[in-house]
Every structure is written in C-alpha cells, then in structure tokens.
C-alpha cells in the first residue's frame, strides 16, 4: 500500500478528531447477485423504514456496521492476513455471506475521510476469504493473498528423494 497522504496521518493521530476515517469493505464473489458492502461508521441515511445509515462513496452505497477489523500486516516473509468481524448484521446479510460456496470470495478494502468519502486514502486489494465463522448475531471472516496456500502438493517423498525420512535399510 502506498503511504496515506499527511493529512489523513495528521486527522487519524488526533484524539478526538471531527474528521475520522472510514474504512470501506466490499466481498465479491459469483455466486452473490451483488456484493456485500460495508462501512465501519454510518453518515447518511440510505433508508427510511428500516432506519439504515451508511456511506455513499464514488456513487456506491455501503451499509454501515458494528465492525471489528484487523488490518493485513505487512512483512516481507509471509503473507498478508487480517479478519473482519461483523456483529449484530441483518439476517439478509447472514444470508448472503452464508451463500458463498465453492470458490473463495475475494474482498477489497479502502480507506477514505468522513469529510471526503469520494476520495481513497488507501486500499488493499486482492484478498481471499481464506475461512469464515459465526453465529446468528455475527460471522468472522479470514482474509488472506497468499495464493498458494490453496494449492496443492505436488511432491512425493519417496526413499529416493527423501532417504532420512524413510530410515535406513536393513540388508
């Protein structure tokens, strides 16, 4: 990710600050008629009855949520990983996540200011649900971008490969 803008840094540092951020999820997957999104904080009212508050961003609406999030690390020897705890949802929305099968659904997360929901301050793409669980008041998703832990194994340890861990042979 690229480093956010100082002004985002200077607003996210203070400790009680008018303009907060806004974090933006978004899960996609084929099997969903059209993806799940959510935001961290409500500031517009995107419904009347039921009473919904949410975030209108480049002309996409995301419903806001109890949210729980742990943001990819970003070390250079090993993969990126985070998780995304939605609590209290809609069952529509239990609904949905409970549809993805087959597949993992992929998720983008961007970063935008309250005051300024049309501009991304950060992003992370390329997420996989790599695992996911809940009940009926919440579910947990892990998110991941390695690739290859979903692939398989390839390598046959044979003797001739792997002697050490064959033993040895008795004549």
């Not at 607003?11 to 997957?29: M, R, V």
């Not at 993969?79 to 705890?85: E, G, I, M």
């Not at 009940?135 to 792997?162: C, H, K, W």
Request: glycine residues 6%; charged residues 25%.
């Amino acid at each position: 990710m690229a480093q956010l803008p100082l002004a985002f840094r200077r607003e996210a540092e203070k400790q009680n600050s008018a303009d907060g951020e806004i974090k933006l999820f978004e899960i996609t997957h084929p099997s969903l008629a059209t993806p799940i999104r959510v935001a961290s904080k409500g500031i517009v009212r995107i419904s009347v009855d039921p009473v919904k508050y949410g975030v209108v961003s480049n002309g996409v609406t995301y419903e806001a949520d109890e949210l729980q999030d742990i943001w990819p690390d970003d070390t250079k020897d090993s993969p990126s990983r985070a998780s995304l705890t939605l609590d209290n949802i809609a069952n529509a929305m239990v609904k949905k996540a409970r549809s993805i099968t087959g597949e993992l659904a992929d998720v983008s997360i961007k970063i935008v200011m309250q005051s300024a929901p049309d501009v991304v301050v950060g992003q992370f793409t390329g997420l996989k649900i790599r695992s996911a669980r809940g009940d009926e008041n919440s579910v947990t998703f892990n998110l991941s971008t390695d690739a290859e832990l979903d692939e398989p194994m390839n390598y046959i340890q044979g003797r001739d490969r792997s002697p050490g861990l064959h033993g040895t042979r008795s004549a």
